[in-house]
């Protein structure tokens, strides 16, 4: 039997997802008893909240299958939360809750028969779902000069050469894989209006903005805006794969969509999960996400600090905890560095230190441009400092941050001896 012809040629070469894949690489060597500082997947490296993980364990008999659109306490506190930070009146019949945020957008991008419109880069995922549905798929490049976000002048521009009845445009800010927030919002919306532009909004990362600022460009198009979001990075609850869809009243057609292939595909999340959830947006997060957000600021500014000093061009990342960062100055290509996915190996295999190379994102391989995660740490010691201490003094830093400081110094040292010596 011929076992390539078992598969839809859409998936005879598909990969796992490639921040998934350097995970599992890690571990690996981890387990094989070597030293590994791992900047590819980005995990939060907070705990979940003490008052969710009780609630969870009061709840772990909850056995039914709950509403296919999510349980409707849920829905309403969900709304109720979006109503506040995206400036809009959403409804709790307009809220989808889905196993993880991953899973919804592959619904909407399921059921919305547009093209893909993405600014490069873009997170790993959202190109190879719309490559598995057989989308069409335009980039649209974006530069340092705007923090690696699309620009109103280069989307204006893409539209002026491009014209279809709708498109699909995804947005995340503050972004992966930059850390950065697009500046832009405003304008684009307007771009977005006047062409007919669907834009999913993905603000997994908004409450980890540094000064803690919701961006959003459902500030400014909330009838063409589905957000989506969800417990995974704000609250350190990657594991228990709830995520939301909010749509406005003007999208209605997308929701019952996404909800009857819902209930199709995976039903209903986990019961005990979605009633634990309704503390997430209940219960006054604000000194755990305020001292999250100090924290991952002191990492973020060390990180970029350490790595411009020896000359690799970097953003100073505004939230989350990724940072993108330009090889090409310290590096020349030669016979055994040429691209970012090399660069990416000889790193690993030399220092232990793991990062993706830029062509997850969209980023010509080239260009040695490479994404690093700066959640290496202990998230729960570094709340229990923050508890007693206002600030993250530098010589705490190497306490609370080991393989963070260890990481970054030896790849340092590493290139230093390679490139600038």
């Known amino acids: 039997m011929n076992k390539q012809n078992m598969l839809y040629e859409r998936f005879r070469n598909a990969e796992p997802s490639s921040t998934l894949r350097i995970n599992e690489i890690s571990n690996k060597l981890i387990d094989e008893g070597k030293n590994v500082y791992k900047f590819g997947l980005g995990q939060s490296p907070f705990p979940v909240p003490e008052i969710l993980i009780e609630t969870l364990k009061k709840n772990a008999h909850q056995k039914d299958y709950l509403n296919v659109s999510g349980l409707l306490k849920l829905r309403e506190v969900v709304a109720k939360y979006h109503s506040k930070k995206n400036l809009y009146n959403y409804s709790q019949d307009n809220v989808i809750i889905g196993p993880g945020s991953k899973e919804l957008i592959f619904q909407c991008q399921m059921v919305t028969e547009m093209p893909l419109l993405l600014p490069k880069p873009s997170w790993v995922s959202y190109e190879p779902q719309a490559r598995i549905l057989k989308k069409e798929i335009n980039w649209i490049d974006t530069s340092k000069n705007t923090n690696w976000h699309l620009s109103a002048n280069a989307l204006r521009d893409y539209c002026k050469n491009n014209k279809y009845k709708y498109q699909l445009l995804i947005l995340n800010s503050p972004n992966n894989p930059t850390g950065t927030n697009n500046e832009e ?83 209903s999340v986990s019961a005990p999960i979605q009633y634990a959830a309704v503390k997430a947006y209940t219960e006054d997060h604000s000194e755990y996400l305020n001292n999250s957000r100090k924290i991952l600021k002191k990492v973020a500014d060390f990180v970029y600090d350490q790595l411009s000093e020896i000359g690799i061009e970097c953003i100073r990342p505004q939230g989350g905890f990724y940072i993108l960062c330009d090889f090409s100055k310290i590096i020349k290509h030669n016979n055994i560095i040429n691209n970012a996915a090399t660069l990416c190996e000889q790193v690993l295999q030399n220092t232990g230190f793991a990062m993706l190379p830029g062509k997850n994102f969209g980023i010509e391989d080239e260009k040695l441009i490479t994404r690093m995660a700066f959640v290496d740490f202990d998230g729960n010691k570094a709340l229990s400092f923050m508890k007693d201490n206002t600030s993250i003094k530098d010589d705490d830093f190497n306490e609370l941050f080991p393989k963070i400081n260890e990481g970054i110094l030896n790849l340092k040292s590493w290139l230093k001896s390679e490139f600038l010596s």
Request: with cysteine; charged share 20%.
């Open 185 to 267: 919002l405003e304008e684009l919306s307007i771009i977005c209006k006047e062409n007919n532009i669907i834009v999913i909004s993905d603000e997994i990362y908004t409450e980890l903005d540094f000064n803690g600022n919701y961006h959003s460009i459902s500030h400014f198009y909330p009838e063409g805006t589905i957000i989506s979001s969800g417990l995974s990075k704000w609250c350190g609850a990657g594991g228990w794969r709830l995520g939301t869809l909010t749509f406005p009243k003007e999208l209605k057609i997308i929701y019952d969509s996404v909800r009857s292939l819902a209930s199709e595909t995976f039903t």
